[in-house]
């Protein structure tokens, strides 16, 4: 039989699935009953795994014969926002909810392994199914592979994001960058407090942090080429007590992302050097503190020519669709910096069945006929990666 064949036959299996991860969705770190319910399909299947970055789980299927490693990537976490579709399968974790679709690509890991399983005497190699917990805090992929050598044996990743912005039945998996780097900063403005009415005796963190607002973007409009892309937003501001009292402290909170690596190491200090400057022409100061958050996810060429062959297996010619890189930012990165691969955009998006609301939205929804296509496809690729 057909991969496709097989997925189409494991449609329920995965739609079930999806739809128990979507009642129970947990936040990042915590995702203990994705994780449990993950290992008991896996014992049913039998299919070796050990846990990683501690709700993580890492799979192996070996194949009859022996030959390359090719490893497929789902991730389980969910998001704090309170659901808002009335659907049957509704979260019940008040608060929570898979408003990304990692449950989608949870369950259809899990379609994978089965398939995996049926074709494994055929199979030419090794297929490790990662689960990966704590995507949205871009802190799970880095912590597996800290973890656990198992990416050293890797010559090929692959790594489905459900996408909202892409019909259904269409996929993209261009080569290059697709999404973009995300690390974060807070930057402390120091003066000196005092009576609102007597300015003149203190240094006002409010007034110095404001410039240091507005002189920040100067940095993608000035420093940067107009040639690239970076983003530099400050999300938070707090300052201040009381309308009469001048405050001596603001703290600043922001994100920065672009696309390429040289672009991504100087923004710190181009961030520093302008805060600092701008803060001292008010008397302030500023210092700067940077997380390094993900890298750009960045497509291998060769790895996207097998992934859109994959594509075509499954949906034909017209599947393979063209998509602009966005600047959400996404840990596969990490993994793609230990073995080339492809994150691959597998549409979600249908306005009759009410799917067309973007991620992280409390309407989130997807059209449920692609879990079928993206379980085809993590095989798919597993393949015919391991028979390049
Ligand atoms: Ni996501």
Redesign the pocket.
């Known amino acids: 039989m057909t991969i496709k064949k097989l997925a189409e036959q494991y449609k329920d299996y995965v739609i079930d699935l999806r739809r128990e991860f979507h009642m129970y969705p947990e936040s990042s770190w915590e995702e203990f009953r994705t994780s449990s319910r993950i290992k008991e399909e896996l014992d049913k299947l039998e299919i070796p795994y050990i846990p990683l970055a501690g709700t993580g789980v890492l799979a192996t299927i070996k194949g009859k014969n022996p030959g390359k490693t090719v490893a497929l990537r789902g991730?389980m976490d969910a998001l704090e926002t309170t659901e808002t579709n009335d659907i049957p399968y509704k979260s019940k974790h008040e608060g929570k909810m898979h408003a990304?679709?990692?449950d989608g690509h949870t369950a259809m890991l899990l379609g994978a392994a089965k398939i995996l399983k049926d074709i494994q005497n055929e199979l030419k190699g090794t297929v490790y199914l990662i689960f990966q917990p704590a995507?949205e805090v871009a802190g799970g992929a880095k912590k597996m592979i800290e973890e656990s050598d198992f990416m050293d044996n890797v010559d090929s990743v692959f790594g489905i994001?459900l996408w909202s912005d892409v019909e259904v039945g269409k996929v993209s998996v261009e080569a290059g960058p697709r999404m973009a780097s995300a690390d974060f900063f807070s930057l402390k403005i120091k003066g000196k407090a005092g009576h609102g009415s007597m300015p003149h005796q203190t240094v006002d963190a409010v007034v110095a942090a404001s410039a240091v607002v507005m002189d920040l973007q100067s940095i993608v409009s000035r420093e940067i080429s107009p040639l690239d892309s970076a983003v530099l937003t400050i999300g938070s501001f707090h300052s201040g007590t009381r309308f009469n009292i001048i405050a001596g402290e603001a703290t600043l909170e922001g994100t920065t992302r672009c696309f390429k690596p040289e672009i991504r190491e100087k923004l710190p200090d181009i961030i520093e050097r302008i805060a600092k400057n701008t803060a001292a022409s008010y008397r302030a100061d500023a210092s700067l503190s940077y997380t390094w958050a993900t890298p750009a996810t960045i497509n291998d060429e060769e790895c996207s020519k097998i992934a859109a062959g994959s594509v075509e297996k499954i949906l034909g010619k017209d599947g393979v669709t063209k998509m602009e890189k966005t600047t959400g930012g996404e840990d596969f990165a990490y993994f793609l910096e230990k073995a080339p691969g492809v994150l691959a955009f597998v549409g979600i998006r249908n306005e009759e069945k009410g799917a067309c609301y973007p991620?992280h939205h409390d309407k989130f929804n997807m059209d449920e006929d692609a879990l079928e296509i993206g379980t085809a496809l993590y095989v798919q690729y597993a393949v015919d990666f391991l028979n390049s």
């Open positions: 991730d990304c679709g990692h995507e994001h991620h």
